[in-house]
Structures are given as structure tokens and as C-alpha cells.
RNA sequence: GCCCCCAUAGUUCAAGGGAUAGAAUAGCAGUUUCCUAAACUGUAGAUACAGGUUCGAGUCCUGUUGGGGGUACCA
């Protein structure tokens, strides 16, 4: 049992036997002691005073004098204003980190009976575009959020649900019909997702040529927009891709395989990966089928047009459109489908979507939705939706050309990795490859944890000029701080030394080092709570910590040189295991960390 | 119009209702005969505004201002 577990059933014990009564348990807050005061945990007595009819000092010290004659290693406690601080003893600590350097996966609960089987959506691409920075973001979150899922011991299905099908997929292929002139990716020699984005941004230009014509031969803009020539061309592409054209169902299939194979190298350089791929063409037909039978059992309706449309006002809620009057489906329709085939597929204790926050009502009224239609498990439906990426110039529009493409921002990380490396003349004596592996995990770790060290939820900005550090908190500095301490296990190995599984020391720990024994043993904590969250920034600040505290550490003390071997041992241990810490949680965020750079 | 979210140093981010609001970066001043200076130390700098609840509010409630998003045939 956690020591912290132990301390609160003496504290509910002490105060029924010094009061009367007993306190209800969540009254009882711990929090670690902040550094400016003595002390390793500390309880806030204000919410006892009730109980206590005392003053808040005179409520801490009764209480401290309870705990530390009836928990033995609490050695002593002090009381600021209403604050109980309770300090453990040095024996306490010390046998606390030999548990955790016994246990070679400390903080990573293995999969169990316990563990839940949940799915995570991420991703989710639509194949008329290439990558930006905002599918960086969700790629990255979707990722982490899964990896931090398992972590907490539940068994983890990443999926991805490729949006190959709709009225968007139809504006690109349109366009490369009408303008294309037979090009293909080798021909061209681009990359498939950027050659079918081309079309895609060709269409708009075209169509707004088109509405700018209607508008002056006297239409209003709405008309204009519905009535251009090339917009029917794209809504009769999607009857004819829904009745099956084989003409049309052909180019689709092309153009989305010139898409997926640029997609995979952009997963491939992300770090990326699912246990399974579903495609919206797949599944909404069976949308369309539940729809359909919506209708039959009088939950949904039908307007005079002929499209069906789910009634949420009694709900506060708006109508929606299931089916378009054409027959069509739409984007919620898919949804429906993909949903229940999931759920019939797997026994999901949960499904976790990682959408943008610009979704939300989407989710609420797919959740919604899918419980009038009578699913219960719609109960079981998450949604991690996380915040925009802007620029300095605000929200990216990938129509006006401000969007920061997904390949060419991994790609100047890395080079900017390359420089900074050869500039401080790192890296000199390994291999070209070697190196090449090196720059490459320091030019995506910088990425990855500027971006996933920001709360999901927030709205964060990226500054692609100012954004690429690689100083301070940074991936490269929590990277840095692992090959530091690899370096001095080397050394170490190289002079016969091995370093210990377990430590005993006479003299008595410094506050330095009992500060990381502290911050090592909160990693599970840690792990606890960004899996609760859905939020790998509780990882991110967690290690940055850690690092930070053991750099301090390094430049303080001695390792290797430490002439008292017991303390040379115990420093090096600890060592060791920060660098593990900081790897696993490292790997928690999809960042890897090298052995030198 | 209606609904939702956000507002913290110059800038980018922290802070499960708890102590004197933490970092980083930019600024200024320092630390390499010593295990990697992508590091470390010092210095200065912030809760949009007005009320309320509470022993205690950046955090909860109300209003104001400013920003973002959604809103019935885009995804």
C-alpha cells in the first residue's frame, strides 16, 4: 500500500479518538510539501476545524503528534498556519527507491484482468489533402493518449478512420479530370497526398471564378453558390460514386491509393501507427441502413423533400440531417455506421475519439443520436477534443495557403536538429547513420513535446519561427539530460563498475537527493492521471521535471568521482534510473531519447 | 440571433478550492583547468474588468469586455 494510503486511515483514526468524529475521506487532501518548507507530504487541517472546534495550529499539531507516534516513519512534523507538514524518515526513502530500481518497468502497469479494452479513433484524414500541422497535433495526442491507455494496464485498439468518401473527395477528382492532363505522382514526381490536394485547391479556385460570374449576372451569393456549374458536376460525381460508376469508383480507387502512399511516409516519419484501418466507404452504408430503420420505427423523420432528419429540439438541441434528399449520406450518417460496427466488433468498455474541439457538437449529437436509436453502449462514447493550432496569423486555412504542411515542418525540425548539432560540434565520432537516427529523434522530439506538452484542451500557438527551440523546456533538453547520465554509465562500465539493483547507505540522504528519490516515485502518479485526463502534458511537465531536478543534481554533486563508495553507488543508481524514467515516460509521448547527442 | 470554449510575466506554457501564482524564452549579471555549457546560478517581470460564494478563489457563480469555435443537406 502507498505510504500516502497508510498516512490517511491514521489521520481518519486520530481525529475520531482526539475529536469524537470521524472525517469523511475526501476531506482528507495530501499534497507534497512545497520546497520553501520542511517536509515531504503535507495535510491541509483547515476542513477538520469543524470537527476539532480548535484553532487551525493547535488542529495540526494534535493531529501531527497522533501520526508521528503511530506511523513509524514519519520522523518529525511542523505546522505553518493551517498546514500540517509531515517529514519521513531517511530509512523510509531509501528502502522506497530500492522497490522502485527492483521493478525494471516501475510506473508501466502491465495489462490485466482489471484493464479495460478501449479504442481510440485518431487521425482520421480526409483523402483530398495532405497533412498540416493540425493533424500533426491530433496524430501525435491520438498516439500518446494510447500509449498512456495501456500504460495504466488496459488493453488499447488504435484505429484510424480514413474519410475517403463525400462531396470533398468528389471536388479533387473533378478538378483532375477537368484540369489534370493524365498527371500522376510519377510522372509528376509529387507526392501523392500533395499532387490530389493540388486539385482539390484547383476546384475551389475555379468554383469561386463560377459564383463570382453568377453573382454578377444578377444571382444572390447563396444562389450562386448552390447553382455553379462545377458544384452540380461534384454532387452528380457523388450520386454516380454511391450508384456504383464504374468510371468513377475507378478513379476513386486511384486517386486514394496516390493519397495513402503519401500518407504512410508521413506516418512513417511521425512515428505513428494503428491496429486497424476503417474507411468511411465502408461503413456508411450501414449508417444508411440504420437510418432507414430510424425512420421505420418512427424515431427519426422525413421532410416533404425526402431527407431524413433526427428532432434533438426537445433535447435543446437542433435538427439534423441524417440523409440528404438526393439519398446521400453525410458525415453523421458514416459516423452511426462506424460506431456500431465497432461496437459489434469488439466488447469496447469505451471508445475514445480524439476529434478538434470544432466537433463537439458533432459528438453531442452523435451520442445522442445513437441512444434515441436505442444503442445503450452510446453511454460508452468519449470524445478527447482537443484545441486548434493557430499561427501567429491566425487559424490556418488550407484554401488560402496558410497551413504549415505536416512533411515540410518534420523535415525543417530535423535539419535545424542537424545544424545545432554540428554547430556545437556534437556527434563528430559516430557514424553517418548513426547520426542521421540522431538528428532525426532530436528534430521530432523537439516537435512532439512542444506540442504535447500544452493541456489537449487549450488552443495553442505555433510560431514557426520561434517555435523551433531546442533549449530550456524542450524535447532536446530532456533528450540532453538522458545522454548526460548514459554517458556516465558508460564511464562507469568502462572502469569496472556495475551499477547496483539495490543500495544501503550509513549517512543520511541530502535533500538533492531525496528531492529525486521523491519526483521518481511520483512517475506512476503521473501516469495515473494523464491516463485519467487523456492528457500527455501531466507526462510532459512530469519528466521536464524530473530532468530539470537532476540536472541541478549533476552540477551540484559528484557521481563518478564521489570518493565514499556507498554514496558513489547510491548516486549512481538513482542515476540510472531518472534516465529510465525519463525514457519511458519519454516513449509514453512518442518521443524517443538517445544514449548521446 | 442562439449555443459552447478560452482569457495568467514582453512571448510560449504550468498551477487536482489551499501556503509567498511556477517554468521556459527574450532582457540583464554570472559559472567550463571538474562525470557532455543543448547545462547550471542570480536578477527583474503576470491572474482582462466588476461583483459574489468560501476560513481560503487564477481555479466555483453572475455580469462586462476581448478572442476562438459551432449552428439544419461540408467533413
Not at 504535447?452 to 510560431?463: A, Y
Not at 485526463?533 to 563518478?560: G, M, Q, R
Amino acid at each position: 500500500m502507498h505510504i500516502l494510503e497508510v498516512i490517511k486511515k491514521e489521520v481518519v483514526e486520530g481525529i475520531d479518538r482526539l475529536y469524537g468524529t470521524k472525517p469523511d475521506e475526501k476531506q482528507i487532501q495530501f499534497q507534497k510539501t512545497r520546497k520553501e518548507f520542511e517536509g515531504d507530504f503535507t495535510l491541509v487541517v483547515f476542513p477538520f476545524l469543524r470537527i476539532s472546534k480548535k484553532g487551525p495550529e493547535q488542529t495540526a499539531a494534535d493531529i501531527g503528534e497522533f501520526l508521528t507516534s503511530s506511523i513509524s516513519v514519519i520522523e518529525n512534523f511542523n505546522v505553518v498556519k493551517g498546514f500540517l507538514n509531515l517529514k519521513l524518515t531517511n530509512s523510509f526513502w531509501l528502502n522506497h527507491l530500492n522497490t522502485i530500481l527492483i521493478d525494471a518497468s516501475f510506473g508501466i502497469k502491465k495489462p490485466d484482468s482489471s484493464g479495460k479494452t478501449l479504442m481510440v479513433e485518431y487521425s482520421s484524414p480526409n483523402t483530398n489533402k495532405p497533412l498540416h500541422l493540425g493533424h500533426i497535433r491530433n496524430n501525435l495526442l491520438g498516439y500518446s493518449v494510447a500509449e498512456i491507455l495501456k500504460a495504466n494496464g488496459h488493453k488499447v485498439l488504435k484505429v484510424n478512420l480514413v474519410n475517403d468518401r463525400g462531396i470533398h473527395i468528389c471536388k479533387s477528382m473533378l478538378a483532375w479530370q477537368k484540369w489534370g492532363n493524365g498527371a500522376t505522382p510519377e510522372k509528376t514526381n509529387i507526392k501523392g497526398d500533395k499532387l490530389v490536394g493540388n486539385y482539390y485547391v484547383k476546384f475551389d479556385q475555379e468554383y469561386k471564378k463560377e459564383i463570382a460570374k453568377l453573382i454578377s449576372d444578377g444571382f444572390t451569393e447563396d444562389e450562386a453558390k448552390n447553382k455553379a456549374p462545377l458544384l452540380e458536376e461534384a454532387r452528380e460525381m457523388l450520386r454516380k460514386w454511391e450508384a456504383g460508376d464504374k468510371e468513377v469508383t475507378e478513379l476513386w480507387k486511384t486517386m486514394n491509393n496516390w493519397v495513402y502512399a503519401g500518407f504512410d511516409v508521413s506516418y512513417k516519419k511521425l512515428g505513428v501507427d494503428f491496429d486497424k484501418v476503417y474507411y468511411e466507404s465502408e461503413t456508411y452504408k450501414l449508417g444508411k441502413e440504420i437510418v432507414l430503420e430510424g425512420l421505420n420505427k418512427g424515431i427519426l423523420i422525413k421532410k416533404e423533400d425526402g431527407s431524413i432528419w433526427a428532432d434533438l429540439t426537445a433535447d435543446g438541441l437542433d435538427q439534423k440531417i441524417l440523409l440528404r434528399s438526393d439519398g446521400t449520406s453525410v458525415y453523421m450518417t458514416q459516423d452511426i455506421g462506424t460506431a456500431h460496427q465497432r461496437f459489434s466488433e469488439f466488447a469496447l468498455d469505451n471508445h475514445l475519439y480524439v476529434v478538434g474541439n470544432e466537433q463537439n457538437y458533432h459528438f453531442q449529437v452523435l451520442k445522442l443520436v445513437l441512444k434515441k436509436l436505442g444503442y445503450d453502449w452510446s453511454d460508452n462514447i468519449s470524445h478527447l477534443s482537443y484545441g486548434m493550432v493557430e499561427l501567429p496569423e491566425g487559424k490556418m486555412k488550407s484554401r488560402e495557403g496558410t497551413v504549415v504542411d505536416a512533411d515540410d515542418l518534420i523535415d525543417e525540425m530535423v535539419n535545424t536538429a542537424k545544424e545545432t548539432s554540428l554547430e556545437l560540434g556534437k556527434l563528430n565520432n559516430l557514424g553517418e547513420q548513426e547520426a542521421a537516427e540522431t538528428f532525426n529523434m532530436i528534430g521530432l522530439g523537439a516537435l512532439k513535446y512542444f506540442i504535447l506538452k500544452v493541456d489537449p484542451k487549450k488552443t495553442m500557438l505555433f510560431n514557426p519561427q520561434e517555435s523551433i527551440d531546442f533549449n530550456g523546456n524542450t524535447g532536446p533538453f530532456l533528450q540532453y539530460t538522458h545522454a548526460r547520465i548514459c554517458s556516465i554509465i558508460r564511464k562507469a562500465k568502462d572502469i569496472g563498475i556495475v551499477v547496483p539493483e539495490s543500495v544501503s547507505m550509513d549517512s543520511a540522504i541530502k535533500p538533492k537527493e531525496q528531492e529525486l528519490i521523491k519526483l521518481l516515485a511520483d512517475f506512476g502518479n503521473a501516469i495515473e492521471e494523464a491516463g485519467k485526463l487523456y492528457s500527455p502534458a501531466v507526462i510532459a511537465n512530469f519528466i521536464y521535471e524530473l530532468a530539470k531536478e537532476f540536472n541541478t543534481f549533476y552540477h551540484d554533486f559528484s557521481i563518478l568521482k564521489e570518493e565514499n563508495v556507498e554514496l558513489k553507488m547510491f548516486r549512481l543508481a538513482v542515476s540510472q534510473k531518472v534516465a529510465n524514467v525519463i525514457k519511458a515516460g519519454a516513449l509514453l509521448l512518442g518521443m524517443n531519447v538517445p544514449d548521446r547527442m
